[in-house]
């Protein structure tokens, strides 16, 4: 039997960002992923500055390696089939990535034994340790397995049996032709944003590269292929995106942090990221807070093991809560709106250069007023 002052089980942002702040801090941790790497995950991929920040990585040194990382300067803003407004924020504001490879950078220069192609598939504790698959030993788990994280189910988590406050989202991610690239009106630095006629939810069309990401995200999931599938026909209608656009768009519920009824700890275990149930409620951006978990979780656990003092669940659960807000319902796409006066005032507000930029850019999707996550 191995044994590791930590395991982690899922190697995303969230698990791997725990890994690397660890491996740091010199504590022995290994990475468990029922997946190899380079592994696909369904993803705008889309991030903010911030993430690179608390994670020192360089844009210029990432895309050295042929890896996609696509500057964005603002956001093109419609409610869908209304006037829009371009939000140019003048500067770089974000990024686009490739989960393959965003994720697999990140997993390789965590530093962390990794166990890859190999699922979780038994959990037990005895003595106060882990024991996981019958084979490693840890005395702290950290759960950072996406919205179906078999250490959250554990923890109590039913993903799928309705929980509140999911989001569902699909997207399809393929390499443009070059005819497709020049027939695309869609700017590499200013993505297109088509919130829904009822404010649930939006609409994506993002370049990275030579690659198109189209989506959608809503709040609520009645009838959601067919608006997916009705998304897809006003696009191509409006010569938005090709007119081959691959019919199969793959996606998965994941938890908004206002409403996630999950726990964000228990005696000896942390959650991370998707596990924990963290997105952003307004944008569903989920890679920021996943980042930021998962090196506020080792933060807790580095100094814990260091000190040999106590109480490093409640550390880290007070961490969170001081980092993204206490939970509470509301705080929405949509929350910032009574329901009677959305249809009424939300076209004209997001035809508004002023509302789309200093509003839903800003701080919907950047949250510019939240500075990236600093060092101890
Ligand atoms: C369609 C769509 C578009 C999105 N677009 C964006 C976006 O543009 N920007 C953004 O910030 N967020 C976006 N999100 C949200 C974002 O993808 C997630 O919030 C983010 O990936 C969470 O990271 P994570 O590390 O917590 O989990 P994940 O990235 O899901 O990683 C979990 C890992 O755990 C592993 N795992 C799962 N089960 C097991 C098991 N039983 N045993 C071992 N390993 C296991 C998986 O293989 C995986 O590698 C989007 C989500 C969807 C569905």
Request: aromatic share 8%; net charge positive.
């Amino acid at each position: 039997m191995e044994r590791f002052a930590v395991l982690v089980v899922g190697g995303g942002p969230a698990g791997s960002s725990c890994a690397f702040a660890l491996c740091r801090a010199g504590v022995s941790v290994a990475v468990l992923d029922k997946a190899r790497f380079p592994r696909d995950k369904v993803c705008a991929g889309w991030i903010t500055p911030p993430v690179l920040r608390a994670l020192e990585i360089e844009p210029q040194d990432y895309a050295k390696g042929g890896r996609v990382m696509q500057p964005i300067r603002g956001f093109a803003v419609a409610r869908r089939g209304d006037p829009g407004a371009d939000a140019d924020c003048g500067e770089v504001v974000s990024y686009g990535i490739r989960r393959c490879e965003f994720d697999r950078f990140l997993l390789e220069r965590s530093g962390a034994d990794l166990r890859l192609g190999q699922p979780l598939e038994s959990l037990r504790r005895e003595d106060g340790e882990w024991i996981a698959n019958e084979s490693i030993r840890a005395d702290w788990i950290v759960g950072a397995g996406g919205h179906f994280c078999p250490v959250a189910r554990e923890l109590g988590a039913r993903p799928g049996a309705g929980e509140p406050s999911t989001i569902v989202a699909r997207e399809v991610e393929f390499e443009m032709t070059s005819e497709q690239q020049a027939r695309c009106p869609v700017r590499a630095d200013l993505p297109a944003l088509y919130f829904e006629p009822d404010l649930r939810g939006y609409g994506w069309v993002v370049r990275k590269g030579d690659w198109l990401n189209v989506g959608l995200g809503r709040q609520d999931a009645h009838a959601f292929p067919a608006r997916v599938t009705g998304f897809a026909d006003w696009l191509r209608a409006h010569d938005l995106v090709p007119p081959d656009l691959p019919a199969r768009w793959r996606g998965h519920a994941y938890l908004l942090h206002g409403e996630a009824p999950r726990p964000l700890s228990a005696p000896g275990a942390l959650l991370c990221g998707d596990a924990a149930g963290l997105a952003y409620p307004r944008s569903g951006e989920g890679i920021r807070p996943a980042v930021e978990s998962g090196l506020l979780a080792a933060r807790a656990l580095s100094r814990v093991l260091h000190l040999c003092g106590d109480g490093v669940e409640r550390t880290y659960a007070r961490a969170l809560i001081e980092r993204f807000g206490p939970r509470r319902p509301g705080a929405s796409f949509s929350g910032w709106l009574p329901a009677r006066a959305r249809a009424r005032v939300a076209g004209r507000c997001l035809a508004s250069a002023w509302f789309a930029k200093r509003v839903v850019v800003e701080r919907w999707l950047l949250h510019r007023e939240v500075p990236a996550l600093s060092g101890d």
